[in-house]
């Protein structure tokens, strides 16, 4: 295997799903007169169950939430999230990636049934050829199995290619896999420790692909 391979993260990555998850939860927990403080959420970011917020949540009150909230939250969520859209720089890097043959998979540890209607909303799927997450039976990161498979699913090595994240979590999962990684903060992560990634950016559409995977590639020189 020795061609390379673009590889993105969701949550946060391609979509700022993460405010409008943060935002529904912190406005569930005022209704219940607590607040949601935003380092407790952060912890949860790029991966799962460090922090459940509904736990949290109905262990401070001693009871459990009506499940009515829960659905009014859902929806609040789902409200606040059709007003974003893609996140800067991601099509364009579709559209680089396509021109230039290189393929592309997601790696999430969302469940598939989330990511793959939101690609489906977006109008997204034809640019990913395998989506790997955390129901392919594969860890969650900051586990770097989930990248590790969708570059075997590709057909490419890992050293050459190139990763897009967002979060601490899922920088150390792209890293630990091997791929040159590029962090891409927003809202939640921009005050986060992402120096573990080999390039960090406001957006994507501060560099192109095809210079990110010749720094990949020289990288991979440099090392044989």
Request: glycine share 8%; with cysteine.
């Amino acid at each position: 295997m020795s061609r390379a391979c673009l590889i993105l993260d969701f949550d946060g990555t391609i979509l700022d799903t993460e405010d409008s998850l943060y935002r529904s939860w912190a406005e569930l927990w005022a209704d219940h007169g607590h607040q949601l403080e935003r380092a407790d959420w952060q912890h949860n970011i790029g991966t799962e169950d460090v922090f459940d917020p509904l736990v949290e949540l109905e262990s401070r009150l001693g009871r459990t939430i009506d499940p009515d909230a829960q659905e009014r939250r859902r929806a609040r969520r789902d409200e606040i999230q059709a007003a974003e859209a893609v996140r800067p720089g991601v099509l364009l890097w579709l559209d680089q990636a396509r021109r230039a043959g290189i393929p592309v998979g997601i790696a999430s540890s969302s469940s598939f049934g989330w990511v793959d209607g939101q690609l489906g909303r977006l109008g997204l799927r034809e640019f990913f050829s395998c989506v790997v997450c955390r129901d392919d039976h594969v860890p969650v990161k900051p586990a770097p199995t989930s990248y590790v498979v969708a570059c075997q699913r590709l057909g490419s090595d890992p050293g050459r290619s190139v990763a897009v994240e967002d979060s601490p979590h899922g920088v150390t999962a792209a890293v630990t896999a091997g791929l040159f990684t590029v962090a891409v903060p927003h809202a939640l992560t921009s005050d986060l420790d992402l120096s573990a990634a080999d390039l960090i950016v406001p957006s994507l559409d501060h560099i192109s692909l095809p210079d990110v995977v010749k720094r990949a590639a020289g990288r991979g020189t440099d090392m044989a």
